[in-house]
């Protein structure tokens, strides 16, 4: 038996590399797929690192609302009657009317992550959690003449190691979080992607003085919560632009999110696609929501009235140098403005600053070899999303996300993962059937 449970010798037709919503939305495809073709199953197991489900735990800040409309989720746009949709969820949790009468497109962070979880159990037989991706490679051996089948190494939550074979895997790692060069996360730095955890582990009254770093829209979010949870703490929004940027959200720009704009771009010119980023990179990267932009600013002006203050935005300014020694920690700042340095003392400093892609070849090793890089030294991809093989591979290596450069904006985001999820199912099923008939007209011909 496998990590999975299953004979060792079983052959999934794709294994998923992480169990986020990507990943979660493609195992829905793939068993609709199933329900529709009973005939013809899809193969699949999912392996997620986590202990169990979660998606940004460590945000699920008090009234934070989703950027995008409930009808974006897991299966909506591709198919509207998927029993997995955000309305089945609110149906089965007996709020769906309650839903309507709030009036709002947009769902708190909560709500929707309970949607997910809601999801993530009824998929729970086709995923093994505590369990992490170690390493992808052709299998070999003498019954491997042509490397059509991936071996994937699994180490689970004991430490010990198993191999599980399939014909593609699809590669859902999630971001790594990214701190500003020659910062290190401690006791008192943190960065966004564990806010709650470190948050929730102090005592409130230790908080005196903190600090946010970033400006956009987890930075803001984090310092209207610490202004409202520490109503006793100085509380000091460090930024490198001169205020927080708006987040453009209004129908025309938001067509950069739509399905039809990642052939746009896919099949664009190389000055379309500096234009879809040039244009319209204030729909999400470095921009903060309106109504959290009014509310810190009602929080400043309220403070001008009472003639004190304790919410402090320093503009133009960046963080030179962060020292920690037991419980002090000594930030220096450095204000583009006048180009001089002062120095903050704090309890706790935040950097919301962030995150990286995954980069494909720390799984595939050796094996990245064999798949074809752009000028700027980037992974080609098919528009099914899958790796560009330099030789006549037949297995499938397909990214979900760290894709911007080939299919633009949505790679990392939420909009278009219905439809992405369902292009990647629909070509696994493709490319199987030609396998297969490859293979019966191989027969074929030996026969005659």
Not at 155 to 179: F, K, Q
Not at 323 to 351: C, M, N, P, W, Y
Not at 370 to 380: E, P, T, V, W, Y
């Amino acid at each position: 038996m496998d990590i999975t449970g299953r004979p060792s010798q079983e052959i999934y037709d794709v294994v998923g590399i992480g169990f986020g919503p990507s990943n979660m939305s493609l195992a829905i495809a793939l068993e609709e797929h199933e329900a529709s073709s009973p005939q013809h199953p899809i193969k699949a197991h999912f392996f997620e690192r986590q202990p169990t489900f979660g998606w940004h735990r460590n945000m699920l800040l008090p009234s934070t609302t989703m950027q995008i409309s409930f009808l974006k989720d897991l299966v909506t746009f591709r198919n509207p009657t998927s029993r997995y949709g955000f309305i089945s969820f609110l149906h089965a949790s007996d709020r769906l009317v309650q839903f309507v009468n709030n009036q709002d497109f947009f769902p708190t962070r909560q709500e929707f992550h309970q949607y997910l979880e809601w999801a993530a159990a009824d998929l729970s037989d086709r995923v093994t959690y505590g369990a992490e991706v170690t390493s992808i490679r052709p299998r070999t051996g003498a019954d491997a003449e042509t490397p059509d089948l991936l071996e994937i190494e699994v180490r689970g939550s004991d430490g010990t190691t198993s191999v599980v074979t399939a014909r593609n895997v699809a590669i859902s790692t999630g971001l790594v979080p990214r701190l500003p060069e020659g910062m290190t996360a401690g006791e008192r730095v943190w960065h966004s992607s564990e806010f709650l955890s470190r948050f929730n582990a102090q005592d409130p009254r230790g908080l005196k003085s903190v600090a946010v770093v970033g400006a956009g829209q987890s930075a803001a979010e984090i310092t209207r919560f610490l202004y409202d949870s520490l109503p006793h703490a100085e509380v000091s929004a460090i930024m490198p632009s001169y205020g927080y940027s708006i987040a453009d959200d209004t129908p025309f720009a938001n067509q950069v999110f739509d399905p039809s704009a990642v052939d746009e771009y896919y099949f664009g010119t190389e000055r379309a696609r500096d234009s879809f980023w040039r244009y319209h990179r204030n729909t999400n990267y470095s921009v903060v929501d309106a109504d959290v932009i009014r509310a810190l600013y009602q929080r400043s002006y309220d403070e001008q009235v009472r003639g004190s203050q304790r919410l402090h935005f320093r503009n133009l300014t960046r963080v030179a140098e962060v020292e920690q020694t037991g419980d002090a920690t000594r930030v220096v700042l450095h204000s583009q403005l006048d180009d001089k340095t002062t120095e903050l003392a704090v309890d706790a400093i935040v950097f919301a600053t962030g995150y990286d892609g995954v980069d494909p070849a720390r799984l595939l090793g050796d094996f990245d070899q064999n798949f074809l890089r752009d000028k700027a030294g980037r992974h080609q991809v098919t528009r099914d999303y899958r790796l560009v093989a330099a030789s006549g591979l037949t297995c499938g290596v397909y990214l979900q996300g760290g894709t911007e450069h080939t299919h633009g904006l949505t790679s990392a985001l939420l909009s278009n993962i219905a439809i992405r999820s369902g292009e990647i199912a629909d070509s696994i099923v493709l490319r199987r059937t030609e396998q297969e008939l490859g293979s019966s007209v191989k027969v074929a011909r030996s026969a005659a």
